[in-house]
């Protein structure tokens, strides 16, 4: 089973920046895509962004310009880079990669701006 560890978030005031970071552990071979997704309390779980193997990107329009998505293979880990942060980006922020066909997500990790 892939196991995914998150880090970073914590509390911004708005405009300012935030990075959060996951590795993945075993079984990772197989892992193409990884992304972040967030929620909010009573809202369904949203993409934010993905990346693959390659470097190829995929954002959601409400953080397009402002937020970055990396990785670095090597340590399999997958970055996102949070800057001109808004109250309205306030959530609990996932880690999600898809191994094998099977699903897999992080525990979160929560970001809070401050207006």
């Known amino acids: 089973q892939v196991q995914l560890v998150e880090s970073g978030g914590g509390l911004v005031q708005a405009g300012g920046s935030l990075s959060v970071s996951c590795a993945a552990f075993n079984n990772i071979f197989s892992i193409n895509v990884m992304g972040w997704f967030r929620q909010v309390p009573g809202n369904q779980r949203e993409l934010v962004a993905t990346i693959t193997s390659g470097g190829s990107t995929n954002y959601a329009d409400s953080v397009k310009g402002r937020f970055t998505i990396s990785r670095d293979n090597a340590k399999n880990t997958v970055y996102l880079q949070m800057n001109s942060l808004k109250p309205e980006d306030t959530a609990r922020y996932y880690c999600?990669?898809?191994?094998?066909?099977?699903?897999?997500w992080g525990k979160g990790t929560q970001v809070t701006v401050s207006s």
């Open positions: 999600n990669t898809v191994s094998a066909g099977v699903n897999y």
